[in-house]
Each structure stands twice: as C-alpha cells, then as structure tokens.
C-alpha cells in the first residue's frame, strides 16, 4: 500500500508539472498572436501565420478542464524498445512541454511511439516493460487529487489480465454528448484509427463496438498526421440527423481538433429548403441508382445538333463556318464526356479556334481580346446548341412533363415508376417549386453533371447502411479524389432503401477497392443485452456476424403487463431514480402521447435525463437505462420494423427494461 501512495503521489506531483507547463503553453501562445501581428511580410504570408498562431491560441485556450495524461509506457532495454530503450512517456490527448525545445511532458495518443500503449501485450510486449493507466474521479478537471489510481500491466514479464480502469471508464453512466475514447481504444480499434490517408476502409459494427468513435478519432488521426494534406483538402463528417451530430460534436474538440465540418447529407447539398415530402413510392424511384442515368439523358437532350452555319463578322472580312464543321465540333465536345459546363465552353473555345485559322491565313496572327469579342459574337450558337442550364430546371422539367420523362426513363423506369415521379400539381416554374428531400439530391446529381463539385481530402460516413444509391453518390462525388471511412451496421439499416451488402453500398460510393472490416465485440452494452438483440438477427435478411460483449455487467427486464401507460410511468420513475440516461423508444404513434406523460408527471429535469422517442432517431445514441415500448408495434410500424427493434434493443448500456401487451416478436 505504501509502495502504491508514493507512486500516486509522484503521478500527482507530476500532473501538477504539467498543469503549470499547460499554463505558460496558453500564455505563450496568446503572445505569439500578438507579436505575430506586428511581423512586416507579405499579405498572404502574414495571412497564414496569423492563421496558425490564432488557431493554437484558440485550440488551447479552449482546452477543457481535464486530466492531462490517462497512460504511461516504460520501454525496457531489448532490442524491441528501438529508440525508446529504457524510455517513459505518459500518454494524454495532447502534447505538452515546458518549451518547444524540450522533451514531452506527455505525448499525443496519435504520436507512433503511443501505439505501443495501445497494442502492446503479453503475447507480444513490443519493448514495453509497464504499461501504466490511471483511475480519475469520474468527471474530473484535471485536479490532481482527483488521480485516485492506478494499474500496471508487467508486460515484459508476461503479466496480462482484463483492465479494471478500462472496464470502469466503459461502464460509467453516459450523461450528456458522446466521450471521446481516447484511453480505452483496444488494438482492433487502433488497427482502424490509424489507417493512413491512402486507405478506404468500411467498418461492418455491431452495436456498442465504438464504430463512430472510430471514425472520428481516425479524423483526429489523420489531421494529427498529414496536416497539410488534410487541412488544405478538408474533412467532412456526415452523420445521418442533427441530433445524432449534437451527441458527438464534443468528440474532435476534445482532441484538439477545432476546425472540422459535421453536417448531415441535407446540410451538404441545402441550395434550397425542403418544404415537400414524397410518397413512399416516388422517394423509392427518386433514390434509385438509375436515377442517374434519367437525369444525364434529361440534361444532354438539351444539347441539339447545328441546322446551319455560322458567319462571323470581323471588320472587312466576312469569316464562316460551315454546318459540317460545327456538328463535327458539337459531337467531339459531346464523345469527350466533359462535365456539361465544360462541354459548353470547348464548343465556344473550338468554333472561335476554326474561325481564328481563317483569319490568320488572311490577315496574320490574332491577339486575346480579338478571341474574346469572337466569341461574344457566337454566343447565339453556342447557347442555341447547348444552352446554359441551371439544375434546378432539368429537375422540374423530368417531374412535371411526361413527354420529357418518357424521353429520358425510356428503358430505365417503368410506367408505374414514371407516373410516381410525377408531380400531381406542377408549379409554374422550378422557381416556385416546393423541394423533397430527395428532390435536392437529384438536384445536385444534375449540378455535378454541369460542373464538378469541390472535393474533400477524406469523408467519414456514419449510419451508411440507410444511405440511398443516389445519396451515396453525392458522397462518392465530394471524395473521388480522395479517401473514405464508412461506418455501419446492416443490421441496423431502417430506410426503405438500406443497403443489404456492403460491396454494393461500396460501389454506389465509388470507392469498391475499400476493404470491408468487422467489429464484432462490444464495449458498451452489455452481453445480457447483446444476447437478447442478437435473437433477431437471423430475422434480417443480412449477412452479419454476432456480436459479443466486453462486459458481464447489465439488467435485463422483460415484462408483459396490460396496461401498458401505467407500467412505462413506472419504469421511468423507477430510471431516474439511479445515475445515467433514459431513453424510452416506442413506435412512433405513441411518441408523442408518452412525451406529454413524462412532462405532466414532472420527470424531464433540466437539463433532461429522459428523451422519448421512436427508434429511428436513436440510433446511433446511447442512454443508460433504456425502455421498449410495445416491440410489436415497433415492428408494424414500418417494412424494416425488425430493424428498428434491434435498433431499439441495442441502445442501452446499463439497464433494458421490455414491456408488452402483445406477443413479442423474437423468438
């Protein structure tokens, strides 16, 4: 025990070290922003330096109150240890040293020589010696005091046994956003975490595996390792709705990282508001990969042959192209499969170009403004021939004249699908148009016909088993140039057009090369839970492996009752009554009339600890104690209702109460 205090107490006197040279790291900094303010250089050069002083000063006067450092590795004297032989380092979130010049404090987890903290083993020590974690207080600072201890792992003795700091970090009761998961990832995670930019990769994740954490400790990784090539590309993180986004948006600034993008799908393509919503049947033909085909052949049915010759005025001279050279111009243009705006400036560029060699023949070489005001006295035939257009426009015209539907589906939708398509009361104009959600990704599918969108260096995609093929396709766009992390569970896909298989979803994306990897343990629900859900697996019509658990911990309660508003109360009274979240998932009928429950009996405390809602929104959250309301109508409710169950039976992470009138559909 003496032998314990004394190490706490070094830890502890060593955190205060650290807390003093965090300190005079914010101080520092803020000076530097003011200094570089007067540095003489040129405007894009102090531009960037203002930048990059601002940015730190920021990242680290926003740092959050917290414990500094979660882990220590000491490497031994083998050969393995490499450079580090005989070394120690503690292992934060952050880098921390008393001035640039000196050794760290504490090393970044996503430094390499972290990994071996996180990959190290018995089996295969990797030159650690110890691998040391330490116990906080639940909801710490970062006081030192609140270090109240700490585990050694002898690895190079061959000492290993399952972390008791580990398994308590897993089972605190989640309150509040998404925690990062920085002194818990396990090596299968890690493997995933620190993929290099290069890599697509696609996470298959049962519930509870930490698939999100992830993928947005992967974007920490990636803007930790290739800053330049990331930050000047950009990040993206698209995650399925808002309130998913609100539950992890503390993750990345946790980690340092400030300056990334999260927005759902919507956000991404938002040129107008959704102020519509479609049928079933029309949103399933509007998502459907052939979609595209029917939007390129709508857009390129504008384009029209030539029907006479052009004469070009210049001066004295009277120049002309003939009516075979201008279709042979029109269909070079149209085989090189341009973007269409492109397309339309080569045909410009190229009928100035014939009319250029006339008159260079005559009259000698020709400078830039004679080429442009050429071209201003053709913009009547190119605009004839291919026209501009505006997205919107080819859009509204495929949903609300069946003569330009027919034109573009033929072969490619049905009867039936094109009458779904159609709008029942067009506007007037696309101007005046009322827009789908699914309206606006067809929209963007004919913007990126007319002009490249910008792209981003690396896309993480989350909840990607319920993305349509078309709204894969705005995503694959965004990222052709660069690399993806998808993130799913098929087993959890609810939207009518969820994906089955990963390859195709792939594909859709435009990334088939990535490789398609699997999380199957579970660190948050617990196996009683995991059990239970796993039931419905075979039930799903996906091909997906059964998750296990980390934990043996967990409450399992099935209750049948015939009052089914007396025994949710109940249960939720009883909930609030222990630490922790409260989620109460029901079908979506019923949300409304158990919200307005919970409310009049006075158990939504501020902020509130119990969220009632159906299970479509749940997912991808966590509450600790979680009550299922009437499995069947949850399966009713909608053609994936065994995928919403699972969904709803996965969500928790301490306690799963099921309360039924009717029969429950699990076998």
Not at 189 to 200: E, I
Not at 268 to 297: F, G, N
Request: charge should be neutral.
């Amino acid at each position: 025990m003496k032998s314990l205090d004394h190490a706490l107490d070094q830890e502890r006197r060593y955190h205060d070290r650290c807390r003093t040279a965090l300190a005079a790291t914010i101080t520092d900094s803020t000076e530097q922003v003011v200094a570089g303010e007067g540095v003489a250089a040129s405007g894009a050069d102090a531009e960037a330096l203002g930048y990059v002083l601002r940015s730190r000063a920021k990242a680290l006067s926003e740092e959050p109150d917290r414990p500094l450092f979660f882990g220590r590795v000491t490497f031994d004297e083998s050969s393995a240890a490499g450079d580090h032989l005989g070394q120690s380092y503690h292992i934060g979130r952050r880098r921390l040293a008393e001035h640039p010049e000196a050794p760290p404090l504490v090393v970044d987890w996503r430094a390499p020589v972290s990994r071996a903290f996180y990959q190290a083993g018995a089996h295969d020590p990797k030159g650690v010696a110890v691998r040391r974690r330490f116990g906080w207080t639940p909801g710490s600072s970062g006081a030192s005091e609140d270090l109240s201890s700490l585990e050694d792992e002898h690895l190079a003795a061959g000492e290993s046994a399952p972390s008791l700091t580990v398994a308590r970090e897993l089972e605190r009761p989640r309150v509040g956003p998404m925690r990062d998961i920085a002194a818990t990832i396990q090596p299968e995670q890690d493997d995933l975490v620190r993929a290099p930019l290069s890599k697509s990769v696609c996470v298959q994740g049962a519930p509870g595996t930490g698939k999100t954490a992830v993928g947005l400790h992967r974007a920490a990784y990636l803007l930790y390792t290739y800053p330049g090539r990331v930050q000047r590309s950009g990040l993206l993180i698209v995650g399925p709705n808002r309130a998913f986004l609100q539950y992890i948006s503390d993750v990345l600034p946790s980690l340092g990282e400030l300056e990334v993008r999260q927005c759902t799908i919507q956000d991404e393509i938002a040129r107008h508001p959704v102020r519509a919503q479609d049928p079933q049947a029309t949103a399933l033909v509007k998502h459907d990969a052939r979609m595209a085909q029917v939007l390129r052949r709508a857009l390129y049915a504008r384009v029209t042959e030539p029907t006479s010759s052009v004469a070009v005025v210049d001066g004295s001279y009277r120049w002309r192209v003939s009516l075979d050279e201008l279709r042979e111009v029109v269909a070079g243009v149209l085989a090189q499969d341009a973007p269409y705006a492109v397309g339309r400036e080569r045909v410009r560029t190229r009928v100035v170009n014939v009319v250029r060699q006339q008159a260079e023949r005559r009259a000698g070489p020709k400078n830039n403004e004679w080429m442009r005001k050429t071209g201003r006295s053709i913009a009547a035939f190119v605009d004839s021939v291919w026209p501009k257009v505006r997205p919107e426009e080819i859009v509204a015209a495929v949903l609300t004249s069946p003569t330009a539907l027919a034109a573009a589906a033929d072969g490619r939708l049905t009867a039936e699908e094109q009458k779904a398509l159609l709008w029942p009361k067009p506007p007037r104009s696309w101007k005046s148009a009322r827009w789908s959600d699914a309206d606006l990704v067809l929209i963007d599918e004919v913007a990126a016909l007319v002009e490249r969108p910008p792209g981003y260096g690396h896309v993480v995609i989350d909840e990607a088993q319920d993305l349509s093929p078309m709204q894969c396709r705005v995503l694959g766009r965004r990222v052709d140039l660069g690399s993806v992390t998808v993130l799913g569970d098929l087993a959890q896909g609810t939207t009518p057009w969820a994906a089955r298989t990963w390859p195709e979803q792939l594909a859709h994306l435009g990334k088939p090369e990535s490789q398609i990897l699997s999380l199957t343990t579970g660190f948050r629900v617990p196996a009683t839970i995991l059990a239970y859900a796993n039931r419905l697996l075979p039930s799903l019509n996906v091909s997906v492996p059964p998750s296990l658990s980390f934990r043996t911990d967990g409450h399992l309660a099935v209750q049948a009752t015939p009052d089914l508003t007396r025994a949710t109360l109940k249960a939720v009274q009883s909930a609030v009554k222990l630490p922790g979240s409260i989620g109460v998932i029901a079908a979506p009928g019923e949300v409304g009339r158990l919200q307005r429950m919970v409310s009049a009996a006075g158990l939504n405390t501020s902020p509130p600890r119990v969220s009632v809602l159906p299970a479509a929104t749940a997912k991808g959250l966590e509450f600790d104690h979680v009550i299922v309301v009437e499995p069947a109508a949850i399966v009713e409710g909608d053609a994936r209702g065994l995928n919403h169950l699972y969904v709803a039976l996965t969500r928790a992470v301490t306690r799963l109460e099921i309360l039924h009138r009717r029969p429950l559909p699990i076998d």
